[in-house]
């Protein structure tokens, strides 16, 4: 299992390989929400004050994900800083993760010593025998990046089932945020269930690196012991409690991403490609031109996420209406280089 995979983003390689200046790309690879919350200008006093973990943080995250007060809540530096440690807090075992999904999962178990095993989309589709020979099942809800989801209801069977056996059923929500009654924190003080978030989708606040984990207090204060203190900066964690206080914004933007998604859709639709699937954030379409399709747009400074198996593309919502111009254009030309391929023209 290699140490380091390919992510979205990775904006000064693609620079240098397509030789465009950084400020002429529109990078769409993330599904990063391209109109984040605004940071306000922070207090001098921040830069130069440890982080301190009674700042009413952690109050902030427990009513805003709806958090049971008996589970435990771990504001942690993005959820990536949870997914590469929580498999450090178990023996080796069988570990279940989504094909496709965040690679990452399956990296961090692997590394750990844990044997990973794949878990198709249609495997889960069909039913949950698979689920009988894993000690840990990994599950990102929506799936990225298909956009897959699978119900509340299925995923608290999939919990009793693994923690019959002192198992665990860990949830990415990294993407649910907007979705209602999909969330699992409700449930969080369940023994056996973890439940990562993340600010850096929704509120467009990737660079921070801030998240939350959600657990039975003895996952979180095993987790909070290998991170050790002071993993979240100050900044961060002001930042992190206003954006989750600013619920006028929050509603307004997702109006705004429900709409934006339906329109990308639409567009590519038009086009004559098929119907894509995805999430709030970005569209999912499975082309056997994908490859193809994304050096074409990268030769013009969009810069989407191709995937292998099966081919696929990501692409993520522009931020503003020229975005939204220069893509839709984009595409246009995309289109009609691939009609002329067709027609031998």
């Not at 009674?54 to 995250?61: A, E, N, Q, R």
């Not at 427990?62 to 530096?77: I, K, T, Y």
């Not at 290998?226 to 930042?239: D, E, H, Q």
Request: hydrophobic letters at 40%; a neutral charge.
């Amino acid at each position: 299992m290699s140490t380091t995979l390919a992510h979205g983003g990775r904006l000064i390689e693609a620079a240098r390989r397509w030789g465009i200046p950084l400020d002429h790309w529109l990078d769409l690879s993330t599904g990063i929400n391209r109109r984040g919350w605004k940071v306000p200008p922070l207090p001098d006093h921040l830069w130069r004050l440890l982080p301190e973990e009674d700042d009413g943080l952690g109050l902030v995250l427990r009513d805003w994900s709806r958090a049971p007060g008996s589970a435990g809540c771990l504001p942690v530096p993005g959820s990536q800083a949870a997914i590469q440690t929580l498999p450090l807090l178990r023996s080796p075992c069988r570990v279940g993760v989504p094909e496709p999904g965040f690679s990452e999962h399956a990296r961090c178990w692997a590394l750990a010593g844990h044997e990973v095993v794949p878990v198709t989309l249609d495997q889960i589709r069909e039913g949950d025998g698979w689920l009988r020979s894993l000690d840990v099942m990994v599950w990102i809800n929506p799936n990225n990046p298909t956009g897959m989801i699978v119900g509340r209801n299925r995923l608290l069977d999939w919990h009793a089932a693994l923690v019959e056996r002192d198992g665990w059923l860990v949830v990415d929500e990294a993407f649910a945020t907007g979705y209602q009654g999909l969330s699992m924190v409700p449930m969080a003080s369940a023994p056996g269930l973890v439940v990562l978030h993340s600010l850096g989708k929704f509120f467009g606040l990737a660079g921070v690196r801030a998240g939350a984990v959600y657990a039975e207090p003895a996952i979180t204060d095993a987790l909070a012991a290998r991170l050790g203190p002071w993993s979240l900066s100050s900044p961060a964690r002001y930042i992190m409690a206003r954006a989750l206080k600013d619920t006028i914004w929050q509603q307004k933007t997702l109006e705004r991403l429900r709409s934006d998604s339906d329109r990308l859709d639409q567009s590519i639709q038009s086009l004559g490609l098929p119907a894509t699937t995805g999430t709030l954030l970005y569209r999912y379409l499975v082309h056997p031109d994908a490859a193809a399709m994304a050096d074409f747009l990268a030769g013009r400074g969009v810069l989407v996420r191709h995937f292998d198996n099966p081919q696929a593309l990501r692409i993520g919502l522009p931020g503003d209406e020229f975005e939204w111009e220069r893509l839709e254009r984009t595409l246009q030309h995309l289109m009609n280089v691939v009609d002329q391929r067709r027609t031998g023209c």
